[in-house]
């Protein structure tokens, strides 16, 4: 059972490129999420979706889009790389859509812009 | 903005040992979530309890909710050197799509 599955673990990036961090769970959950974590942060919510077709922002939206076509996938993609975006992001999906139930987290994607 | 505060942010203990978390909230929550994140993973989700409930068991886990100071505690009784990690409280506040997740705890069992 693998859960939630992000790719890739680690990228490097430069200033101004555009990249899609991927995020896959095999639990059949409509509620999908993205986050960024710094230090001293916590986890901040990007972009949700409570299911396919539908998505929403979340605290920190600028710079980061994301669309959901199936069940299974939330991507995130940056559309121009900005020092500001060096962080870790997670991905998590539920059964609620409303954080009635625990969160599944995936195990991270690690992404500097340099 | 940050809605749970974890307090102390950093905490250092002897094993064997209990550890107390405390984590403040500002609005009103359907319920509030305690995860761990142990280093270079993503979050495990550890309990949950309702904005009805005022105490809840997991194990060597104890929480507590107290809706009346906006307040919730992480008991980790007899603690392991395997329980070194972060922990966080997530709220989710009453009428929203989501959980807010507070800074953390860092914890440390020393052997």
């Known amino acids: 059972n693998a859960g939630v599955t992000q790719t890739p673990k680690f990228q490097v990036l430069k200033t101004g490129q555009s990249m899609t961090l991927q995020c896959a769970q095999d639990m059949n959950h409509e509620y999908m999420s993205w986050y960024r974590q710094d230090p001293g942060m916590g986890l901040r919510l990007i972009h949700y979706?409570?299911?396919?077709?539908?998505?929403d922002q979340g605290e920190v939206p600028n710079g980061y889009n994301v669309s959901r076509s199936t069940t299974e996938d939330f991507p995130l993609r940056l559309l121009s790389a900005a020092p500001s975006q060096t962080s870790v992001y997670f991905c998590?999906?539920?059964?609620?859509?409303?954080?009635?139930?625990?969160?599944?987290f995936g195990d991270g994607t690690r992404l500097s812009i340099l | 903005s940050q809605q749970g505060e974890e307090d102390p942010q950093a905490l250092s203990i002897q094993e064997g040992e209990n550890a107390t978390m405390n984590c403040s909230y500002k609005t009103s929550i359907n319920n509030l979530q305690w995860y761990r994140q142990n280093s270079g993973r993503g979050l495990v989700h550890l309990i949950l309890?309702?904005?009805?409930?005022r105490e809840k068991h997991s194990g060597r886990l104890r929480v507590t909710l107290d809706t009346s100071k906006k307040s919730s505690s992480l008991l980790i009784t007899a603690s392991r050197a395997a329980d070194t990690a972060s922990y966080f409280c997530a709220t989710d506040e009453t009428g929203a799509q989501k959980l807010v997740f507070g800074q953390g705890t860092r914890l440390t069992i020393n052997p």
């Open positions: 979706s409570v299911g396919a077709g539908i998505t």
């Open positions: 998590a999906s539920s059964n609620s859509a409303r954080g009635r139930q625990p969160q599944h």
């Open positions: 309890i309702r904005s009805n409930e």
